[in-house]
Structure formats: structure tokens, C-alpha cells
């Protein structure tokens, strides 16, 4: 919407653009350019995992928007083999998310084991998304399960790097509609699976073999309380090595 009003203020500047010298008409093109560049900038600045929402209905026509996004990452081999679940009303999301139930205990004693770091803002993530992994899911009444073909080798059991990529294509695709959800006005959040979850949902869903799930995810209004923890501050040229690492 913000984007439609620039375009439109700066069309209405330029009324004569057909007689504008070739400069000017240049002046223009990268006004617009920089314009796109900084709506995608802002969309990654607003992209949040957000577990808290409102019961307002997300159209189809941007659920499917969104889900195109999807099909326009990279993908190995040219394959695009995702396939998507969708499924609406919190009494059809709690059959599926019912085998979370029994597992929220392991999980919380997975992540106890991995914190040794003592790092605040990770703990105080986890203190508000452990409670809420089953609740997030049901809460915009709309669930999205992304199923991606593993042609070869068991997901698990990967020999080599590359039998990872039909997961990577899927974690590709998957951040693209994170983005494209977020264009949209959307919070989004995902739960991966643990322990049996994922063979258990594609029971329930009827999933044909050779399809792995790739998580759980939801997209919605964020409710107007929602809590959104402190996200880490990263000094970019601390990230970034010349040649080597030194
Ligand atoms: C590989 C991966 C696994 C994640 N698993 C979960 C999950 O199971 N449940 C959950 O609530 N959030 C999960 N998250 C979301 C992260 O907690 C979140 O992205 C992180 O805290 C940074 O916050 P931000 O997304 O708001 O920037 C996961 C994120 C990634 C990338």
C-alpha cells in the first residue's frame, strides 16, 4: 500500500514523463529502482517469527500469492517438487498437531541440553516459544504443512553434501514465503518437527511416500499484543573475512 502511494506521488510529479529528456526519464527509472530496493530491505527488516495471533482470516487469493513465492527460488536438479497441505479451522489444525502434544516434554528437554551458553536472549526466546509451539500453530486457523520429493537417498541418512539439496531447495523455497507473507502484512512461524511428529503427520495427511515434511508452518494477523523477543544485533564486517579467515 505504502509502495502504491510512492509510485503514485511520484507519477503524478512526472505527468509529462513522455516529454521529459532521456536524463530525466533516467533520473525517474532509478527513483523507481531504489523505491523496490527499499520495500525488499524493509520486508527483511520486518520479517519476525511471531507466535501470537489474531483470528482474522487470511484470503485465499494471499495464501495463494504466497505459496507462489514458493516456486520461485532456486531449486536443485530444476525440480520444484513441493507440494502443500493446507489446512483451515483450529478443529481440523488440532487433529494434526495432536502428536505435538505428547512431545513437548522431550522437546523441552532437548533445547535444557543444547543451552550451555548462558546467552540471554536465546533463553529468553525459548521461555516464550516452548509454551506456545502447539497454541501458535491452531491460533490463525490456518496451518501449512510443505511437503518436498527426496528423489534419492533417505532424508536421514544423507552420504554426501549435496544429498541434502532437495531439503536446502525446501528451506529455500520455504524462506521465500516467509518474505512473501511478510510483503503481505503476515507474521509467520514454523515448529520442526521432533521425535515422530513428522512420520505421524504424514500419516494423518495421507502423504505419498517419497514426500518429506519439511515443519509446520502458520501465517496470520499477529495479535496486537504479540510478543516479539529482542533479536541479536549483528556487526556485519565482524562476519565478513577477505580472502581468509584471519
Ligand atoms: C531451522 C530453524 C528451526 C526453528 N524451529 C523453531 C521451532 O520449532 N519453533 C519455533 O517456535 N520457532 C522455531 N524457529 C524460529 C526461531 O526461534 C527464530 O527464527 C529465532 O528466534 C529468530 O527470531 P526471528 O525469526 O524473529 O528473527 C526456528 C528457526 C529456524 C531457522
Known amino acids: 500500500m505504502q509502495m502504491c502511494d510512492n509510485y503514485l506521488k511520484l507519477l503524478g510529479k512526472h505527468k509529462t514523463i513522455i516529454h521529459t529528456t532521456f536524463a530525466a526519464k533516467k533520473q525517474i527509472c532509478l527513483t523507481f529502482i531504489k523505491m523496490l530496493q527499499m520495500e525488499f530491505y524493509e520486508v527483511l527488516e520486518k520479517r519476525r517469527t511471531y507466535r501470537d495471533y489474531s483470528d482474522r482470516k487470511v484470503?485465499?487469493?494471499?495464501?495463494?500469492?504466497?505459496?507462489?513465492?514458493?516456486f520461485k527460488a532456486p531449486t536443485n536438479d530444476h525440480l520444484r517438487q513441493f507440494e502443500f497441505v493446507v489446512v483451515r479451522g483450529k478443529e481440523n489444525i488440532a487433529k494434526i498437531v495432536a502428536p505435538l502434544a505428547k512431545n513437548m516434554a522431550a522437546f523441552k528437554k532437548l533445547v535444557a541440553e543444547v543451552d550451555e551458553s548462558g546467552d540471554k536472549d536465546k533463553m529468553a526466546m525459548f521461555a516464550d516459544a516452548l509454551p506456545k509451539q502447539q497454541?501458535?500453530?491452531?491460533?490463525?486457523?490456518?496451518?501449512?504443512?510443505?511437503?518436498?520429493?527426496?528423489?534419492?537417498?533417505?532424508?536421514?541418512?544423507?552420504?554426501?553434501?549435496?544429498?541434502?539439496?532437495?531439503?536446502?531447495?525446501?528451506?529455500?523455497a520455504l524462506e521465500n514465503m516467509l518474505l512473501a507473507a511478510t510483503a503481505e502484512g503476515l507474521g509467520t512461524v514454523f515448529h520442526i518437527p521432533v521425535s515422530d511428529e513428522a512420520e505421524q503427520i504424514k500419516k494423518i495427511v495421507h502423504a505419498p511416500d517419497g514426500y518429506e515434511l519439511l515443519c509446520l508452518l502458520t501465517m496470520g494477523y499477529p495479535a496486537e499484543n504479540a510478543f516479539l523477543p529482542k533479536q541479536k544485533v549483528i556487526n556485519i564486517e565482524d562476519r565478513i573475512h577477505i580472502n581468509a579467515w584471519e
Do not use: D
Request: one cysteine or more; charged letters at 15%; aromatic letters at 10%.
Open 59 to 70: 484470503s485465499g487469493e494471499i495464501l495463494k500469492r504466497v505459496i507462489g513465492a514458493a
Open 135 to 172: 497454541k501458535m500453530l491452531m491460533e490463525s486457523g490456518l496451518l501449512i504443512l510443505p511437503f518436498f520429493r527426496q528423489l534419492t537417498c533417505p532424508q536421514l541418512k544423507p552420504t554426501e553434501q549435496s544429498s541434502l539439496n532437495y531439503f536446502a531447495s525446501a528451506w529455500c
